[in-house]
């Protein structure tokens, strides 16, 4: 099985991401058989292919056509809303742009803006962002106006936006912009097919989208819109043979511009997104489009309710006809938005986020009964959480009846007395000590552990013996703190020497998978393997431990065996246990404080794989959470019942330490018990 088959998610049961790819019933068999048409008349030894393909281009296109009332020959296809503004923008007259400002607005779709910023210096112009107020999610429209002046070329008007859903009043701007004498784009790609748009009303200059969204096509099926009049005076730099008006024409001096939106193609094109994406436009094409945006507005006000009641800000216009057909919730944080996105995702239901806004988009697949359940879920989660951080008692708790004091005593006589047993869970540290290796050409690795000599009794210190050490941070067994990853890096508490060591000392849960890493070295923990152990041993609860036992650590006085490396030097990536992208999300919902594997990382060895890649850094290190690798003699600890103390150095801005880690356990308790 491959690993992408492996880390794949549950089918959806609840469906609220229109804003990134729309879902039809049906699309999946509708999709598999436009492709395998597609492959029987492309694969056939005849010259019927140019016709087929053609053909389904222009039916994708006349679709297109339709859904904004745009006049034929006025619209054909692109890969992308970025490489359609990049076609717009430079197949403009030099007059056009040149010494004047090209406005945009800060909610723009980021791409977009990475583009135009790239190509102002080359074409003369200068970019002018507009910017949202302070604590706004979008730009108004009365600050878009104010800083569209006489001196604007062409302004791209972002009609939906991508982060809060807020529908401009595009009315309003267009007239305004007539008035300036600007060129005016529009990129309709948050709404399209949803809200209804003419470009004729009001008229625009030229627009661009895709068929991602509530057309629910493929990638790469974008579409440019140029008002038929403006057409001869664009020149685009990109241009080929379907550029021109006969695409057969041969001449190399006679080349000509095709008189409509076909002079925007160049070379071959490429159609296949076209043609997966016709089945799916010629659904919607034959949906009832105000019933499906009703559908969408029902379900968008009971979400508001429901985020109401847990007093998640809303993040987007309140009134529906400001809005597109999305809606953006603030979570309390980043961290706290990716977990719920992840508890959400495990049970079905596919929401995501940007930072701490969870973005939800119900549509034609989406129910009422699903957005209660999403609700339910987010409150539980978000409940569970709060008491995940050791030693802080979440709102309305109250402290546990036990003396500390007691508590204390008691730990001190069992530990003198035998009662408990202190299992170290430690591997030794030295110049055999295994080191992740890296990809070649992907990043530095860390060196080898070295151990100096300074003095032993001898002329360089006569009555002391120590040593002086090279190693680096996350060697042997080791600690990662949020700052090791990416995801981590704005937690002020997130280094080894900023961290709450209130939080290093907690329960462990410690799920046995030897036996199936044994037989497999591949092998993932899932979540359903987790909830099985839970049905078990008890639940995983917020602020503890959770430990992944593969007995790897018999493998470490062997480097190749532990590391495991895949033997194809063309491959990236190692043969090691570890966990699903799900399984992670899974205990993030649960609260823990941090994740333990006995390998080399806290990953599987074929996770840069996965998506995301290395989930378990990723995720773990986004919530703020700890990950312990090269853990040794888990065998020694029960199901539940230990105590993990982990001590990383306190290095300052420190990423990891290596850690002696300990674990009390009962002094009676044996593998596999739970006391």
Request: charged residues 25%; glycine residues 8%.
């Amino acid at each position: 099985m491959k690993d992408w088959q492996r880390n794949s998610a549950p089918r959806p049961e609840g469906y609220f991401l229109y804003h990134s790819i729309g879902m039809y019933p049906g699309k999946e068999e509708e999709l598999a058989a436009a492709m395998a048409e597609f492959a029987a008349i492309y694969g056939a030894p005849d010259d019927k292919q140019w016709g087929y393909m053609l053909r389904k281009r222009q039916d994708f296109i006349d679709h297109w056509r339709h859904i904004i009332g745009a006049e034929k020959g006025s619209v054909t296809a692109c890969d992308s809303v970025t490489q359609g503004v990049h076609s717009i923008v430079t197949a403009l007259p030099e007059a056009r742009l040149r010494g004047k400002r090209l406005l945009i607005a800060e909610d723009c779709f980021p791409s977009v803006h990475f583009l135009l910023a790239g190509l102002q210096e080359r074409l003369g112009f200068t970019l002018d962002t507009v910017p949202k107020r302070d604590g706004a999610t979008w730009v108004e429209d009365d600050d878009f106006i104010a800083a569209w002046g006489p001196d604007v070329g062409l302004a791209l008007i972002t009609w939906v936006t991508s982060t809060a859903s807020y529908r401009c009043d595009l009315d309003r701007l267009v007239a305004h912009g007539r008035e300036r004498g600007s060129m005016i784009g529009v990129d309709i790609t948050q709404a399209a097919g949803l809200v209804p748009f003419d470009v004729m009303a009001p008229r625009i200059d030229f627009a661009i989208s895709t068929s991602l969204k509530w057309m629910c096509g493929t990638p790469g099926a974008g579409m440019i819109y140029v008002d038929k009049p403006l057409i001869p005076e664009f020149e685009p730099e990109l241009r080929g043979w379907f550029s021109q008006n006969n695409p057969f024409s041969w001449a190399l001096d006679k080349f000509q511009y095709a008189p409509d939106a076909r002079r925007f193609d160049s070379g071959t094109p490429a159609s296949m997104a076209a043609i997966a994406s016709v089945p799916a436009l010629k659904w919607h094409a034959a949906q009832d489009r105000a019933k499906m945006l009703r559908h969408n507005r029902d379900l968008v006000d009971r979400i508001i309710e429901r985020a109401d009641a847990l007093n998640l800000p809303l993040q987007s216009p309140r009134e529906a006809e400001r809005r597109g057909g999305s809606v953006m919730l603030r979570m309390p944080s980043k961290a706290e938005a990716g977990a719920v996105t992840g508890a959400l995702g495990v049970e079905g239901i596919s929401v995501d986020f940007r930072d701490a806004l969870m973005r939800l988009s119900p549509g034609v697949l989406t129910r009422a009964d699903e957005v209660e359940r999403a609700f339910d879920i987010v409150a539980r989660t978000m409940k569970r959480r709060t008491s995940r951080f050791a030693g802080r008692m979440p709102e309305g708790a109250t402290a546990p009846a036990a003396d500390p004091k007691a508590v204390l005593a008691g730990l001190a006589g069992a530990l003198s007395g035998g009662g408990l047993k202190v299992v170290d869970c430690t591997a030794p540290l030295g110049p055999d000590t295994p080191i992740l290796r890296l990809p070649k050409g992907f990043a530095k690795d860390t060196p080898k552990v070295e151990i100096h000599k300074i003095s032993e009794y001898d002329a360089d210190g006569p009555f002391f013996a120590w040593n002086w050490l090279k190693l680096g941070e996350h060697s042997g067994t080791h600690f990662d703190a949020p700052h090791h990853w990416l995801s981590g890096k704005d937690f002020p508490d997130g280094f080894t020497d900023t961290l709450d060591v209130q939080r290093l000392i907690a329960p462990a849960n410690v799920i046995d998978c030897s036996a199936d890493c044994a037989a497999d070295s591949d092998f993932l923990l899932d979540v359903d393997r987790v909830r099985a152990w839970e049905a078990q041993h008890g639940e995983i609860r917020p602020g503890e431990w959770v430990l992944m036992r593969s007995d790897w650590d018999r493998r470490a006085e062997d480097e190749e065996a532990f590391l495991n490396d895949d033997p194809d030097p063309l491959e990236d990536g190692s043969h090691s246990p570890g966990p699903t992208t799900q399984c992670i999300d899974y205990l993030l919902s649960k609260g823990i404080v941090g994740w333990g594997s006995q390998c080399i990382g806290t990953d599987a060895g074929m996770a840069g794989k996965f998506s995301p890649p290395y989930p378990a850094h990723n995720y773990l290190h986004r919530d703020n959470c700890f990950g312990l690798a090269s853990l040794a003699n888990l065998d020694q600890l029960p199901p539940k019942g230990a105590i993990l103390i982990v001590t990383p150095l306190k290095i300052e801005r420190g990423t990891g330490s290596p850690v002696r880690a300990l674990a009390l356990v009962p002094g009676n308790a044996t593998q596999g018990e739970a006391t």
